[in-house]
């Protein structure tokens, strides 16, 4: 079945750091990939998404590349901020329409 | 700009009693799902449901969870006998067309199954 492996946290860094989180992906088929974010007591949002291979997508200064050949979809930001401490979920969307998350991980950046 | 909402926010229950949890989905949207994450694990499907049916459901939505599309706009979430183990967040989902599209998520309701 699929399956989405992503690096566990907690991931410490500090203000302006630049923050990698691997995820690489286990699926059938052509997935497209997702990561979500998860703000203290808040719901799910959408970061970004890439629907097919080589695409990359990108918000708020997060981006993350769909990479067939390696299976991976690492997210990265070039300088982060005390707000982006939250925790990030990878996540696949296969021709079933639901979505396979990874287990999340925890990113804490301190001033 | 459109959102998906939840309702409760929190709902604390006695084991063995019914409860449902309401969302309302993005007005054009025409998939729909339910999520849950227990407290420290992953999200986990549950169930899916388009055009008045579940389309694909988890090993984990058994006989006691049903879905329902009562009117045009809620969406529903019944757990007929609640059980200590089904104490997590419920996320409520929904998106407008097929493979690709981003699912829009509702704020969760927490479950505390006593």
């Known amino acids: 079945g699929n399956s989405v492996t992503q690096m566990e946290g907690p991931v410490t860094l500090s203000e302006e750091a630049f923050l990698t989180i691997n995820c690489t992906y286990t699926?059938?088929?052509?997935?497209?990939l997702f990561w979500y974010v998860q703000y203290p007591g808040e719901g799910l949002q959408l970061l970004l998404k890439?629907?097919?291979?080589?695409d990359k997508g990108s918000n708020k200064g997060f981006e993350a590349t769909y990479r067939k050949e390696t299976t991976s979809f690492h997210l990265e930001k070039g300088s982060v901020q005390v707000s982006d401490s939250a925790v990030y979920f990878c996540a696949l969307q296969a021709a079933g329409n639901k979505l396979t998350f990874g287990g999340g991980t925890r990113v804490l950046v301190k001033p | 700009e459109p959102e998906v909402t939840q309702t409760p926010s929190h709902q604390v229950t006695q084991m063995g009693q019914e409860v449902i949890l309401r969302c309302v989905p993005i007005s054009n949207h025409l998939y729909f799902y339910w999520y849950r994450q227990i407290l420290g694990q992953k999200v986990e499907f549950l169930v899916s449901?388009?055009?008045?049916?579940?389309?694909?459901k988890s090993e984990i939505f058994d006989d006691q969870f049903s879905v329902e599309r009562p009117d045009g706009s809620n969406f529903t979430l019944k757990i007929r006998s609640t059980k200590l183990e089904d104490s997590a967040m419920y996320f409520c989902?929904?998106?407008?067309?097929?493979?690709?599209?981003?699912?829009?998520f509702g704020p969760g309701t927490r479950l505390l199954v006593l």
């Open positions: 890439a629907t097919k291979a080589d």
């Open positions: 699926a059938t088929g052509y997935p497209s």
């Open positions: 989902a929904s998106k407008e067309t097929g493979p690709g599209e981003t699912q829009y």
């Open positions: 449901f388009y055009n008045n049916e579940i389309s694909e």
